[in-house]
């Protein structure tokens, strides 16, 4: 007899929620999309339409009450996360949170708490981790593979073709800063998985291109194991992304990759040539849903812990500095 699949409920019907999400959690194995919560019962409508979705809300105490929801997936603009974490938390709810996890470090351990108290879990949508690729190469940098660490570097240059519709966005009291928010807080995890914790961070930002939240930053950061580490985020220009290792012993560099996109890995072993072969697409945001399933299901392991979450913040605090 098939197990039974995990309910899901989608707080949030716009943009990378109808676009992805959604459509990552009807494709996942063991999951079910029960339910969405939208500002409006109009949107939920046209969402549930759209992806096969039995209920829609626009009260969240009628959809958190709903029994068929095992864990909520926020999606919702970025000043909303800890009240409805924490109101899905106390619903006895296992919560996947949308990054960064909130607007604070004080934001997080609230969530932490509530987590805690209900006896729910508490994960953060840093869905590179699930990429096998990635996995791979971190255990051979941790390894020391490519001998000591030395340097890692992050980028992501994504142009938004028009001002953004989504206008809290554009605001640091509902964003917590644009470009660290949006681009910069899935590097800044990718180095902190690969390296531990951040010890030091400095950063320069940038609103030319839209005079709002900053919507380019540069930062530095300096790691538990001794490397140094370095992210070029914007959503103002164009100019691709990748990631960088560089060892005593090597280096590979990543061209795409991001969130599962498609590219191509170099690697350089001392005293050899370089060796590039491809690097397949992988629905990142699918594996995610399905690791978190079978945590809530099985008891596996969580990939992103709300810890994980917390120092993301932590980086952003000391960069946006405030």
Known sequence: ???????????????????????????????????????????????????????????????????????????????????QAVAALKAGKHVLCEKPMAMSQAECRAMIRAARKADRLLTIGYNSRHHPRLRTLREQWQAGRFGTPVRMHGQFHYRYPHVPDDWWRLDDETSGCWVLGDVGTHFIDLLRWFNGEAKTVQAHLSNKAYGRSADTAFLSIGFANGALGTISASVAVTSGGGIELLGSEGHCRIEGGFVGLPGSITTVRRGGAPRTVPLAGHDTYKAQVESVSRAVARGAPLAVSADDGLANVRVIEKARGW
Not at 4 to 25: E, F, Q, Y
Not at 38 to 55: F, I, L, M, P, Q
Not at 69 to 83: F, G, M, Q, T, Y
């Open 1 to 83: 007899m098939a197990a039974k699949a995990v309910g899901w409920g989608m707080i949030g019907t716009r943009g990378w929620s109808d676009m992805i999400l959604g459509p990552a959690v009807n494709a996942a194995r063991g999951a079910r999309l029960r339910a969405v919560l939208s500002s409006t019962a109009e949107n939920a409508a046209r969402y549930c339409a759209s992806h096969g979705v039995a209920r829609g809300y626009s009260d969240i105490d009628a959809f958190l009450a709903d029994p068929a929801i095992d864990v909520v997936w926020i999606a919702s603009p970025n000043h909303l996360h800890k009240a």
